[in-house]
């Protein structure tokens, strides 16, 4: 991705958006009809123009399509479309009660998996950058993301085994996505810190993930977003470091406003050479920042990361945020990146 035209500090998103309520009565109003491929089709065109708009008129300078069409979360509705991974027949650990992590229903892996007509992540791709005229992110969950909701059977020993098929999946549409124009691709594996691996290990896995991607790749590494609430509670980054830096990954996207900016330090004693997009909106919070919220936590980034390698994001995707807490925050996050800009002399 060029930056001749982005500003300093460029400002962009983790994924998704919050969604209109229309969306949420249409699911409903739905939920027990057989849905035409057009009803599908434009109810998301729909929901994705929103989503630009609201974007666009925040001042968010690199946009994503708020993910509108992933009903099923950022990467669980792709698993219908890979061969020998059903729904396993054990129910999900819980399902009365607050919805949580043991929520959700397993797949079962019954031989080796393919994607034969790709994830569908590039249609998505085409229509958003048919629809706006700014720069923008395309963005796929990682390998060790999907594996680790799969019961492995005799086909695949580990789930790393597993992740290395999903590896080659992912790598055919991340490649389709770069030829259809992405110029900046993210991958998304909070994974990473949930399952503590070994970092090496997973930085392997990351660069065959993106082995031969012609574009920018960023990675996105949380504590999770399920409905609002993180699946960690001891959320550090720090055992992944430096072993991390294996990973062939133009920029690291993670979470900073939700631990108080705690661990930013990581960039400056392990002397970063990668971009880093660093989360200075809590998406996790109700309550909405306000600018000089916002442009206290970029200070305190700019501590330890060179304005040039730093990017501003949220902590992580918006989709289970309220839309209009959503929009607050994001503009909350221009106007506090604007305040930092103009204390670094730059002119908007
Ligand atoms: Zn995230």
């Given at each position: 991705m060029s930056k001749a035209n982005l500003p300093i500090l460029p400002i962009s998103v983790v994924g998704s958006h919050g969604r209109?309520?229309?969306?949420y009565i249409f699911r409903e109003a739905t939920a027990n009809r057989e849905l035409g491929s057009i009803d599908v089709e434009e109810v998301g065109d729909d929901a994705v123009r929103l989503a630009i708009l609201d974007q666009e008129e925040a001042?968010?300078?690199v946009i994503s399509d708020g993910e509108m069409r992933r009903t099923a979360?950022?990467?669980?509705g792709y698993m219908d479309r890979i061969v020998n991974l059903p729904f396993s027949k054990k129910p999900p650990l819980r399902q009365v009660g607050p919805f949580h992590y043991d929520f959700v229903r397993f797949r079962e892996v019954v031989g080796p998996i393919s994607a034969?007509?790709?994830?569908?992540?590039?249609?998505?791709?085409k229509y958003l950058k048919a629809h706006t005229e700014k720069p923008v992110k395309a963005t796929c969950a990682g390998?060790?993301?999907?594996?680790?909701?799969?019961?492995?059977?005799s086909t695949y020993k580990t789930a790393f085994d597993l992740a290395y098929d999903f590896a080659k999946i992912i790598n055919a549409e991340l490649k389709g996505l770069a030829a259809a124009g992405a110029d900046f691709i993210q991958v998304d594996e909070p994974s990473y810190v949930h399952l503590r691996e070994e970092p090496a290990e997973m930085a392997k896995l990351f660069n065959a993930t993106v082995e031969g991607v012609a574009a920018k790749v960023a990675l996105h590494i949380c504590f999770g977003t399920h409905a609002g609430r993180p699946r960690m509670s001891r959320r550090t980054y720090r055992q992944l470091f430096p072993r991390i830096l294996d990973a062939k990954a133009d920029q690291f996207v993670l979470e900073f406003a939700n631990r108080q900016m705690s661990e930013i330090e990581l960039w400056k004693e392990f002397a970063v050479g990668?971009?880093?997009?660093?989360?200075v909106i809590d998406v996790k919070a109700y309550e909405v920042e306000t600018p000089e919220d916002v442009a206290?936590?970029?200070?305190?980034?700019?501590?330890?990361?060179?304005?040039e390698r730093l990017w501003i994001n949220p902590d992580c995707g918006m989709g289970n945020t309220p839309r209009w807490i959503c929009v607050e925050?994001?503009?909350?996050?221009v106007e506090g990146t604007r305040i930092v800009r103009r204390e670094l002399g730059y002119k908007e």
């Open positions: 209109p309520g229309w969306l001042g968010i300078d979360g950022y990467y669980r034969p007509e790709g994830l569908g992540i590039v249609d998505e791709f390998p060790l993301n999907f594996a680790r909701e799969c019961i492995i059977n990668r971009e880093l997009g660093a989360g206290e936590r970029i200070r305190t980034a700019l501590k330890y990361v060179p304005p925050k994001l503009k909350a996050m």
